[in-house]
């Protein structure tokens, strides 16, 4: 029997810019349409048929837990992974990897989005990132992607959408704490260690409770 790929969803940010709402409600339960953005991505990743999903709490957590459940209600079977402080994306994705699947797949909670998550099964790649053209607040972007490789320079840029499916072992060198998932990116891309693919569908990262309103609106 092949594996099941289970899916990470990261969920333990504080939210800073998205205050004053953070202060009461942890970002990935903020709404969009009257439904929270973390159920968007719960939905989307049913339908793509996983159905096993971790996701890393810190900031009003339990708020996260309560709502979710075990993720019955939604068709999936969720397990946590609790972070006395948040330990950024590197750190969070480090301490979650004995839930995690050989391959899995990892999505931010604040960002809003119709990618089809089936896609991802196939990358074999250690880091296969989804790469969006650069909305107005990255303009300069994050990676080149020339055919399906990723790099650090080159032109034009694209920016990181939040979405990638990794191998575990991407990150078992990491030292257990906070630790930061871009200088672990750059790196590998230096070493042609990461593929990638150009993503032009709907995406949105909700950074701001000006780009929350205008997505509500």
Do not use: C
Request: proline share 5%; aromatic share 8%; hydrophobic share 40%.
């Amino acid at each position: 029997m092949k594996a099941v790929m289970k899916a990470m969803i990261l969920a333990a940010g504080r939210g800073e810019r998205l205050r004053p709402l953070t202060d009461v409600t942890p970002k990935p339960l903020l709404e969009v349409r009257g439904k929270p953005l973390i159920v968007y991505h719960i939905e989307a990743l049913a339908s793509a048929g996983f159905t096993d999903v971790v996701i890393n709490l810190s900031w009003l957590g339990e708020q996260i837990r309560a709502r979710l459940g075990d993720g019955a209600q939604f068709g999936v079977s969720i397990e946590y992974s609790e972070e006395v402080q948040a330990l950024e994306t590197a750190g969070g994705i480090q301490q979650a990897l004995p839930l995690l699947s050989e391959r899995f797949i990892v999505v931010n909670a604040d960002v809003f989005t119709d990618y089809d998550f089936a896609a991802l099964r196939t990358a074999d790649s250690p880091a296969h990132l989804v790469l969006v053209d650069n909305p107005q607040h990255n303009d300069r972007g994050d990676f080149s992607l020339h055919q399906s490789s990723v790099g650090n320079s080159g032109s034009p840029q694209h920016t990181f959408s939040g979405i990638a499916q990794y191998h575990r072992s991407f990150f078992a060198e990491l030292e257990p704490g906070k630790q930061a998932l871009a200088p672990l990116l750059r790196k590998a891309a230096d070493k042609g260690q990461v593929s990638g693919e150009l993503f032009q569908g709907t995406w949105i990262d909700i950074g701001t409770v000006e780009r929350l309103a205008q997505l509500n609106d």
